[in-house]
């Protein structure tokens, strides 16, 4: 059985969104996931897409994803961010996620992006022991901010 790397099509997005609340769960936050199938399909195959998908299929079945978008850095140009990568837990341990990972670093090579960024939790010590390994370099001088919809409706609201 191989492993065969393909871009994500709209009629692949249940199974992203169910690869999706698999890492929210691994990531300690079951029940952050708000996002749909309706949305993701809207999201990434409307007229403006607002990102691309890679999925891993194994016997026909997609077992993980890579889920990224444009983003541009004042100072080195076009970037990548790589918003989540993931392979279903039964499946780990088969190069699956490498072979996501390294779709994505090929697909910025291709486009000419002058880096590909993401986010990892700083518990994750196998993910960042991966990364580095790779040579990405892992920031611990930098912080991430967020703020939820409940906090910009605050902000927007107390302006006027």
Do not use: C
Request: proline share 3%; no cysteine; glycine share 6%.
């Amino acid at each position: 059985m191989s492993i065969q790397i393909r871009g994500g099509k709209k009629t692949d997005m249940p199974s992203v969104l169910k690869l999706i609340k698999e890492l929210a769960h691994f990531e300690k936050e079951p029940d952050a996931v708000i996002v749909t199938v309706k949305d993701l399909e809207k999201d990434g195959f409307g007229e403006t897409p607002l990102f691309k998908t890679f999925v891993a299929e194994l016997a026909n079945e997609i077992v993980g994803m890579a889920l990224f978008y444009p983003r541009y850095s004042t100072w080195k140009g076009p970037t990548i961010h790589l918003e989540d990568l993931i392979v279903t837990q039964s499946k780990r341990g088969l190069n699956i996620g490498s072979a996501l990972y390294t779709k994505v670093i090929e697909y910025g090579y291709k486009k000419g992006v002058k880096r590909i960024e993401w986010v990892v939790l700083d518990w994750n010590t196998s993910a960042i022991e991966f990364y580095k390994k790779t040579g990405a370099v892992v920031l611990d001088d930098w912080n991430t901010a967020q703020m939820d919809e409940q906090a910009i409706k605050n902000h927007i609201t107390t302006l006027k």
